[in-house]
């Protein structure tokens, strides 16, 4: 089968171009992620984009039938989610799965996911990061990558609720940046950040408030009622 290479990008976010000592410890030869990985990624670091989307497609529906996915409240039988973010790694920042590291993942879904030409709404959002979490559970125990576990980690409740932000309003966080020749560019340190900060602030102990002038008329009131209420029961 004839392999369409891409020979202008390489992988160099978590591997040298070339197969190294690394790459031998990580894929031991006769597991089925280093088989894998060398259908995805040629020798000399160049994705193989039809034989990685062929591989992407069918673990995400081998997903969709797997314990993990059962146990989701909301059900992604064809895995839709996972190939979304999947195909962002790759064609967007030359990343593949069985290479991939948390702040790939992190970046994918901060940046890439708001820019999908079918915008995510806000309120899908912590479905959406528990759907990956039980994708990178189950590519964890099915194929024992890496990273999965890593993975995991990162997808739990700050991340829905950094995705929820970035898609209800990345300017509310100053995150987006002004570029004269690229457009506004994502910064998701900003962002998480910002999100820290105002858990911070929530989870402060609030100070008591000196009641209004309203209110304090109304308690003045009720001791009113309350004093010729005694009088008329005595």
Same mark, same amino acid.
């Given at each position: ?70 146990? *989701? ?6 895995? *839709? ?18 290479? *991939? ?134």
């Amino acid at each position: 089968m004839e392999h369409t290479e891409r020979s202008d990008r390489t992988n160099p976010t978590t591997y040298e171009a070339t197969r190294d000592a690394r790459w031998a410890e990580d894929f031991p030869e006769g597991s089925e992620r280093r088989a894998l990985d060398e259908r995805m990624v040629s020798a000399d670091g160049r994705i193989l984009d039809e034989e990685a989307t062929t591989i992407e497609d069918a673990l995400c529906l081998r997903f969709g039938a797997s314990p993990e996915a059962a146990a *989701l409240r909301v059900k992604d039988p064809k895995g *839709l989610c996972a190939r979304a973010v999947l195909r962002i790694l790759r064609l967007e920042q030359d990343v593949v799965l069985t290479r *991939l590291v948390p702040e790939d993942l992190v970046a994918a879904l901060l940046d890439g996911v708001p820019a999908m030409e079918s915008v995510l709404p806000s309120d899908l959002a912590p479905m959406f990061v528990s759907t990956l979490r039980a994708f990178f559970a189950f590519a964890d125990r099915e194929l024992g990558l890496p990273h999965a576990k890593e993975c995991v980690e990162v997808l739990d409740k700050g991340m829905a609720l950094a995705l929820t932000h970035v898609l209800r309003s990345s300017e509310e966080f100053d995150a987006w940046e002004e570029d004269d020749d690229e457009g506004p560019l994502f910064d998701p340190v900003a962002l998480l950040y910002a999100i820290r900060e105002r858990a911070r602030r929530e989870a402060a102990p609030r100070l008591p408030t000196a009641p209004s002038r309203v209110e304090r008329n109304k308690k003045k009131a009720r001791r009113r009622a309350q004093k010729v209420g005694r009088r008329r029961n005595r």
